[in-house]
């Protein structure tokens, strides 16, 4: 561990530990974000799938790190809690972008266990169907998931697309080579929604759908722990929008949860974390109180409620909670 890391974890360690560390959370609240959960913690390591990924071993040192500092509560709760009432610990919320299947598969039987609740926010187009999250089967057919021969129509693909595939991706270092891969697949987000699905269709279609399914979502509502709220229908990027498509986007995933769910959250989570005035505004005029970004911070209900921040996990940080509490503190400096 490099004296920088020990230096984080300590100062995470006396942020949560020390009433004088834990003084700047005092009527705050910690709202954390979440991808997926793998069965294989190795498998979650990797560079390329450290941001969206952690495996059961890291998830569940989380879950019980979270017990011990923490007030685990139902996200509605921790938006809507009166200031003036500050509990004994601060209080913290899980959520899930995009409803992935392994929420329900490896997340849920953790939760359960230590009985922590969770909102899952999904892109309504993918549940139930075998429609796969571009970034999933790109990446893990140039990385090789599916064999050799699956990669080279998708490399003509996307030469085509006139995004060459970098030679750093063919290094014989794991580590080297998954890092490229992260940083291409990061430069691919601004290709157009039709190219991205064309290079998607070029890539083989994994056994399991890749998200949930409507069945999954009532089984979970059902268990009293798990909420859930819209991301998009297709996981356009909002701002990217004209207003007919914007309107259509957040209306066809309002009405999909309204019809999939008994209790959809008032709570919408953008994808990709981009928003702006005209999007805020849209969501506000479909009903939603409050809407989830990727920007990094404390809860506190004098912000706007349009533009809640969130601090993500990965497995680095799932892993070593104190890094997740070095974070969560610097997001508490004013
Ligand atoms: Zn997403």
Same mark, same amino acid.
């Given at each position: ?8 974890? @300590? ?6 530990? @020390? ?36 495996g059961p071993e ?5 879950? +019980? ?54 909102? +899952? ?16 089967? +790109? ?11 699956? %990669?080279?129509?998708? +490399? ?33 987000? @601004? ?39 819209p991301h998009g ?44 005035? %005209? ?56």
């Open positions: 561990m490099s004296i920088k890391q020990v230096f984080k974890r @300590t100062g995470g360690w006396l942020y949560l530990n @020390t009433p004088l560390g834990r003084h700047p959370l005092r009527g705050a609240g910690v709202i954390l974000m979440l991808h997926r959960v793998l069965n294989n913690d190795r498998a979650a390591e990797l560079p390329h799938r450290n941001e969206l990924c952690v890291a998830f569940e040192h989380l879950l +019980i790190w979270l017990q011990r500092h923490f007030e685990c509560v139902p996200l509605m709760t921790l938006l809507l809690a009166d200031p003036e009432s500050v509990p004994n610990r601060p209080r913290v919320a899980l959520t899930f972008d995009d409803g992935w299947r392994d929420n329900a598969t490896n997340a849920f039987p953790l939760l359960r266990q230590y009985q922590i609740p969770a909102s +899952i926010f999904l892109s309504t187009d993918f549940i139930g169907s075998r429609q796969p999250f571009w970034w999933e089967s +790109i990446g893990e057919t140039l990385w090789g998931s599916h064999g050799q021969a699956a %990669r080279q129509p998708l +490399i003509e693909q996307l030469q085509h697309a006139g995004r060459p595939l970098p030679v750093m991706l063919d290094d014989l270092d794991e580590q080297r080579r998954s890092v490229s891969l992260l940083h291409y697949l990061h430069s691919l987000k @601004t290709l157009d929604p039709h190219t991205l699905s064309h290079l998607t269709d070029a890539c083989p279609r994994g056994a399991q759908p890749q998200a949930l399914d409507w069945f999954q979502v009532r089984m979970l509502e059902d268990s009293g722990l798990v909420r859930f709220g229908a297709s996981h356009a990027i909002l701002t990217g929008l004209d207003d007919q498509r914007l309107h259509e986007e957040l209306g066809r995933s309002r009405i999909a949860l309204e019809n999939g769910c008994a209790q959809p959250l008032p709570v919408y989570c953008y994808p990709n974390g981009n928003h702006d005035a %005209r999007v805020r505004q849209q969501v506000a005029a479909h009903g939603f109180a409050f809407a989830l970004g990727t920007e990094t911070g404390l809860y506190r209900n004098d912000g706007d409620p349009l533009n809640v921040p969130r601090f993500g996990v990965s497995q680095h940080n799932a892993h070593q909670p104190e890094l997740l509490a070095w974070r969560i503190s610097r997001g508490a400096r004013p």
